[in-house]
């Protein structure tokens, strides 16, 4: 049997230039360097260091299997270096997605959020990269339904024989960490039941019903509030899709993104926003801390290393990956997305610009009722 390839997506918020902008190129220089080293070790097989807002993400390919000690450690000290060179240069939020003093063996429940899958390479295998900033898991909950259960979105659901068969569900509870697997399209209408309740359930894997295929998608589902136990900044998730030849086609995958979803995070972490599809240039947020950004990068698999537009020769981790968001195609759905942002920030602070009470990150609401309390008589 062929060996599997897996392939890890690890991102953490460690520090930005003016707010929540961009982290600094010395701290992304320092994250390649490590991951440089990494491959030399003969960890990794290849790596890609890219950015969405003041989010770093790490790509890497590997032999080693989800959730790898070895994997993680090698993220960790990319994003603790890279932390201390935010704070000595007083950077924003410098260190703010590490939660841990120490590695523990895996980064899950220490800040930074991971989308792993494991699978053998096809004939051709393309893969898009999702990254999101100012906004929280579920965010893609919209999107992957389309993707992956929507025959007016993705053609191949019928015509396509493998896909026709559906896709299995892996959904999450992120409030009292359980899962369930449920099938479509047999059970589409209970999934959306689920998902449609978005401060609680969000998507973790899609796998196809073709055994030669596996996994189809994987959402990083880390809460950062949760894991901290106060609001420490929002989750930023991280998608990966694996497209065409039993799979939606690169173009179905895209197509959701069309749609300018309303997305909780935002400012503070406490407001809907229309999300924002753009180039990782373009990721900078520029309007009342966003709107919530959406960049979509997309690599082959080939022979277990990322394959980009680098010219032959280039050394390991110098890759151009396809931009998908940065042409003016896109501009429509950035100007609806503005024009729903500034349409929902004219609320101020009343709902539903703001989230309710339970999803706040920052509120004053529990000081302000004690203060109150004395004060407050029966209605008659």
Same mark, same amino acid.
């Given at each position: 049997?062929?060996?599997?390839?897996?392939?890890?997506?690890?991102?953490?918020?460690?520090?930005?230039?003016?707010?929540?902008?961009?982290?600094?190129?010395?701290?992304?220089?320092?994250?390649?360097?490590? $991951?440089?080293?990494?491959? %030399? =070790?003969?960890?990794?097989?290849? !790596?890609?260091?890219?950015? *969405?807002? &003041?989010?770093?993400?790490?790509?890497?390919?590997?032999?080693?299997?989800?959730?790898?000690?070895?994997?993680?450690?090698?993220?960790?000290?990319?994003?603790?270096?890279?932390?201390?060179?935010?704070?000595?240069?007083?950077?924003?939020?410098?260190?703010?997605?590490?939660?841990?003093?120490?590695?523990?063996?895996?980064?899950?429940?220490?800040?930074?959020?991971?989308?792993?899958?494991?699978?053998?390479?096809?004939?051709?295998?393309?893969?898009?990269?999702?990254?999101?900033?100012?906004?929280?898991?579920?965010?893609?909950?919209?999107?992957?339904?389309?993707?992956?259960?929507?025959?007016?979105?993705?053609?191949? $659901?019928?015509?396509?024989? %493998? =896909?026709?068969?559906?896709?299995? !569900?892996?959904?999450?509870? *992120?409030? &009292?960490?359980?899962?369930?697997?449920?099938?479509?399209?047999?059970?589409?209408?209970?999934?959306?039941?689920?998902?449609?309740?978005?401060?609680?359930?969000?998507?973790?894997?899609?796998?196809?019903?073709?055994?030669?295929?596996?996994?189809?998608?994987?959402?990083?589902?880390?809460?950062?509030?949760?894991?901290?136990?106060?609001?420490?900044?929002?989750?930023?998730?991280?998608?990966?899709?694996?497209?065409?030849?039993?799979?939606?086609?690169?173009?179905?995958?895209?197509?959701?993104?069309?749609?300018?979803?309303?997305?909780?995070?935002?400012?503070?972490?406490?407001?809907?926003?229309?999300?924002?599809?753009?180039?990782?240039?373009?990721?900078?947020?520029?309007?009342?801390?966003?709107?919530?950004?959406?960049?979509?990068?997309?690599?082959?698999?080939?022979?277990?290393?990322?394959?980009?537009?680098?010219?032959?020769?280039?050394?390991?981790?110098?890759?151009?990956?396809?931009?998908?968001?940065?042409?003016?195609?896109?501009?429509?759905?950035?100007?609806?997305?503005?024009?729903?942002?500034?349409?929902?920030?004219?609320?101020?602070?009343?709902?539903?610009?703001?989230?309710?009470?339970?999803?706040?990150?920052?509120?004053?609401?529990?000081?302000?009722?004690?203060?109150?309390?004395?004060?407050?008589?029966?209605?008659?």
């Amino acid at each position: 049997m062929p060996d599997k390839i897996t392939v890890s997506v690890i991102k953490a918020d460690v520090g930005s230039v003016v707010g929540h902008s961009r982290p600094h190129p010395k701290m992304m220089a320092q994250c390649e360097e490590i $991951l440089r080293d990494g491959v %030399r =070790a003969g960890t990794l097989n290849d !790596f890609y260091v890219t950015r *969405v807002g &003041d989010d770093i993400n790490l790509y890497m390919t590997h032999h080693k299997g989800e959730n790898h000690r070895d994997v993680h450690g090698i993220a960790w000290e990319a994003f603790r270096q890279a932390a201390k060179i935010a704070k000595d240069m007083k950077l924003y939020a410098a260190g703010q997605d590490i939660l841990k003093d120490a590695f523990s063996g895996n980064i899950r429940g220490m800040g930074p959020g991971a989308a792993e899958m494991e699978f053998v390479e096809r004939g051709s295998e393309p893969i898009l990269f999702f990254m999101a900033d100012k906004t929280e898991p579920s965010s893609y909950s919209l999107p992957l339904t389309r993707i992956f259960m929507d025959p007016f979105t993705t053609t191949g $659901l019928v015509i396509d024989p %493998r =896909a026709h068969e559906g896709f299995r !569900f892996e959904i999450v509870d *992120v409030i &009292d960490s359980k899962k369930v697997v449920m099938s479509s399209p047999e059970e589409i209408y209970d999934i959306l039941t689920l998902l449609g309740d978005t401060t609680r359930y969000s998507i973790k894997r899609i796998f196809s019903k073709d055994a030669g295929i596996g996994v189809a998608s994987v959402v990083s589902t880390e809460k950062l509030n949760i894991c901290a136990g106060k609001y420490v900044g929002k989750d930023d998730p991280v998608c990966v899709v694996r497209c065409q030849s039993g799979l939606p086609a690169v173009g179905e995958v895209l197509q959701p993104f069309m749609f300018p979803q309303l997305v909780a995070g935002w400012m503070r972490g406490s407001h809907y926003g229309a999300w924002f599809p753009c180039s990782v240039d373009k990721s900078d947020p520029t309007f009342f801390d966003g709107p919530p950004r959406i960049c979509c990068l997309g690599f082959q698999i080939s022979h277990g290393k990322l394959q980009g537009l680098e010219d032959p020769g280039s050394p390991v981790g110098v890759h151009t990956p396809v931009d998908f968001f940065a042409g003016d195609e896109w501009n429509e759905a950035r100007a609806k997305a503005v024009r729903a942002s500034i349409y929902m920030r004219r609320h101020g602070p009343f709902m539903p610009a703001i989230l309710g009470p339970e999803e706040m990150e920052y509120t004053t609401r529990p000081a302000v009722i004690a203060k109150l309390k004395m004060r407050m008589e029966d209605v008659e």
